[in-house]
């Protein structure tokens, strides 16, 4: 398709008119050239298409399509070739739907534990949400169906999402925010991008042309096209000169028309018009369904329901098991409570939300246990205690010998378009959990969430299951867990605080009217707690299994590298247990160098291993540059500090098992020219400044020649001495030193 020609042959007004939708989910066409229009449809995890009435917050009916687990449940699989069958397995369901893009996955980061749609996004760890979005996007892609990673970028509340502005700093942006955009446009070349709602810095993503020009094509070399959030364009000529290709959806022609104009008017070049819709044109004809694409995926839903279930397992953590009281053999007498037993909460609300063709309750596969019964405890719909529902499960917990509570988030707690207020579950529940417990010794907590809760009576329960919001098939994947059909093997992908207060967005979320401050910079998550030395309630990378698993000999192929080598890591892991389990071996990397600040360890590598009882495996790391090193936001470059860092390698952020420590060095050190400003202690770093001192200095008392010989009094004057700019040595040493003697001595 020879799409410039195309492209010259169309008038202005056609190119204008392509650079808006024709409808809420299709782009424009050009009949008389040619050019087809695509349906592009939401979600991340599974289909929301809509035939009649069209919205972009899951109001109205949408086509019946398989609902898989949300990213809060996948990203805690740590497993990409899941993700990528599951990303595989919904292009399926949009071929069969004609649908062109699939708007996902979102891989905006869990900054504070309130954000409405952190169900909707993988983790609080750029490096996890990256590798996570890469498998996601290539699962769909090698369909040929197109993908919108989305919302680029800093879009980690609900709270006036569409005119707030995130204000965050150089380095914060990219180690966090960007990171994961960067790692799936450079990996998996996503077909196009979706500009966040909000501005950044000051400036509406979707007219930022530092982060969609400067940044993601002219660095990061991205070839697609970036569409808008729905109703995020401000300016649309503004917005077409950043780097904006296609506003969603329709203007009605409205700013078609100013389009035009704004090339008549001359205040746009036509040359950029030009190019963007070469750059929809490249993706539109690169993603119309076709014939040989149905009959290579064809559907089947049935088919597509077990993945679901199979995955769903494997995304599910054990975060406690006292007395080893899961998985609860068959013939227990076993007493199920709550009202999400029979009625799971399985997705989140609104623009991701799938109208599921099947749903799989829990309740449904009760008979896999001998002596199994069921009371309600509570009503989802409600917060209030209805005291004869929670006397009645009392009653009942205490006559088996085990009892699971399937507890959760309503609904109306977390969704798109408004933020959590607080981490607590309804009053109700947390009145049940704590009642039964009293009775009922073996009381067991499910949960369904799509972000962290505060846990007031884990003390109160032997075991906690998190279930996160596991798609249509969730309930039979529980059942999976309870019964030991499955070993969990799923690890956490955020960090579960004891407190609200705790996180250190805490007191910079939501922000004020007009702006939130990113001010905890790159201490997100784990890497604030961490520094902090706090406690959690349960930490990054946390997962139990129904085995355990050991971790040993721990090698590195080079102990002093370069910042240009592959370092490659192995460590062996066995499985020491009975059963049969999957490990996630953690990668964290820890700068003992303090020239900037840094958190105390980065996960730099992941690796997800299946292990028969007894068998050990060799796992293999290879890292590189980028995995030392930070972004410095002075020099606008990624770059390291020459020393030692930490190869700390585990079972969880928490549970290091190995270190090896190595050195690693910059190929080309940063060199920082001695000006009269620097310090004399730069001066005295400096071999040469050194020598130019020692010539010099006369009485100057520089040297702190050992505590013994300098009193305190002395041993704070050559403190301050060497933190003073070289120009005022002369007046308090009488050892002038002058920028002529500097360029002699120092060339
Ligand atoms: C929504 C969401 C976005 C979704 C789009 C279309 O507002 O922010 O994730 O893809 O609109 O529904």
């Not at 229009?37 to 109205?60: E, N, T, Y």
């Not at 946390?542 to 355990?548: E, P, Q, V």
């Amino acid at each position: 398709m020879d799409i410039k020609k195309i492209v010259s042959e169309m008038t202005l007004e056609e190119k204008a008119s392509l650079c808006s939708g024709q409808t809420a989910w299709e782009t424009k066409i050009v009949e008389r050239l040619g050019v087809p229009s695509i349906f592009v449809a939401d979600g991340p995890h599974g289909l929301r298409k809509q035939k009649a009435h069209s919205d972009h917050l899951g109001l109205h009916e949408s086509v019946p399509a398989t609902c898989f687990p949300t990213a809060c449940a996948t990203a805690s699989s740590f497993d990409e070739d899941l993700i990528a069958e599951m990303g595989k397995a919904i292009a399926a369901e949009c071929i069969a739907e004609d649908v062109s893009i699939l708007l996902g996955p979102g891989t905006n980061i869990k900054r504070s534990p309130l954000c409405g749609r952190n169900f909707e996004y993988f983790s609080e760890d750029p490096y996890l949400s990256g590798k996570m979005s890469v498998a996601h996007i290539n699962g769909v892609q090698k369909t040929g169906v197109g993908t919108s990673l989305k919302h680029y970028v800093a879009n980690e509340q609900e709270t006036l999402r569409m005119t707030i502005s995130s204000e965050v700093d150089e380095r914060t942006l990219r180690e966090i925010y960007l990171a994961p955009f960067e790692e799936a446009v450079k990996e998996a070349k996503p077909t196009t991008i979706m500009c966040s709602y909000n501005k950044v810095n000051g400036v509406f993503a979707s007219e930022n042309e530092y982060l969609l020009t400067d940044i993601l094509r002219n660095e990061w070399g991205f070839d697609g096209f970036v569409v808008s959030d729905w109703g995020a364009v401000n300016d649309r000529v503004d917005g077409l000169a950043a780097g904006l290709e296609l506003e969603m959806p329709t203007s009605r022609g409205v700013n078609d028309a100013i389009i035009v104009e704004a090339v008549k008017s001359g205040k746009l070049d036509e040359t950029v018009l030009d190019k963007a819709v070469e750059r929809i044109l490249n993706i539109t004809f690169k993603t119309v369904v076709t014939a040989e694409q149905k009959e290579k995926y064809p559907l089947d839903l049935n088919k597509n329901d077990e993945i679901a279930r199979r995955i769903a397992g494997q995304c599910i953590v054990l975060l406690k098991n006292e007395d080893s009281i899961l998985p609860i053999s068959k013939d227990k007498k076993v007493a199920f409570i709550g009202e999400f037993f029979e009625r799971p909460r399985f997705q989140g609300g609104g623009s991701s939300n799938i109208n599921p063709f099947k749903v799989t309750p829990a309740k449904e596969l009760i008979g896999i246990f001998d002596n199994a019964s069921y009371t309600k405890g509570f009503l989802i719909d409600d917060d209030d205690t209805d005291s004869k529902l929670l006397s009645d499960a009392v009653k009942h917990a205490s006559e088996n010998d085990v009892c699971v509570i399937f507890a959760g988030l309503p609904d109306r707690y977390e969704s798109e378009g408004y933020d959590r207020t607080h981490m607590n579950l309804p009053a109700n529940q947390i009145e049940l959990i704590v009642e039964v417990a009293k009775t009922q010794p073996n009381t067991v907590v499910v949960l369904h969430n799509g972000s962290p809760i505060e846990m007031p009576w884990i003390c109160n329960v032997k075991s906690v299951v998190e279930a996160y919001l596991g798609g249509q098939a969730a309930g039979a994947a529980v059942m999976d867990v309870l019964s030991g059909a499955v070993n969990p093997s799923g690890k956490l992908a955020e960090t579960f605080p004891l407190r609200l207060q705790d996180n250190p967005s805490h007191l910079n979320f939501p922000g004020e009217r007009d702006k939130v401050e990113y001010r905890e910079g790159v201490f997100v998550g784990y890497r604030y707690y961490d520094k902090k030395e706090m406690p959690v309630l349960f930490p990054f990378g946390h997962g139990l299994s129904y085995t355990n698993f050991t971790y040993s000999d721990i090698s590195v192929d080079k102990s002093d590298a370069l910042d240009t080598d592959t370092i490659n890591v192995s460590v062996k892991v066995k499985n020491t247990g009975k059963v049969a389990g999957k490990e996630i071996v953690q990668l964290y990397i820890s700068s003992k160098m303090e020239t900037v600040v840094r958190p105390i360890k980065e996960l730099k590598g992941f690796k997800k291993i299946s292990l028969s009882p007894g068998e050990e495996k060799t796992v293999l790391f290879t890292l590189g540059k980028r995995s030392f090193a930070f972004y410095d936001a002075d020099r606008k470059e990624w770059r390291l500090d020459g020393g030692t860092y930490g190869i700390l390698v585990g079972a969880s952020s928490q549970d290091i098992r190995l270190c090896q420590d190595i050195s690693v060095n910059p190929t080309v050190p940063i060199v920082r020219p001695i000006t009269l400003n620097s310090t004399v202690m730069e001066l005295m770093q400096d071999p040469k400044g050194a020598a130019l001192i020692e010539k010099y200095k006369g009485s100057a008392p520089l040297e702190n020649d050992g505590a013994d010989n300098l009193s305190p009094k002395e041993e704070m004057f050559v403190a301050v001495l060497k933190e003073m700019p070289i120009r005022s040595l002369g007046m308090f040493s009488g050892m002038y030193i002058t920028q002529e003697m500097l360029d002699k001595e120092l060339g």
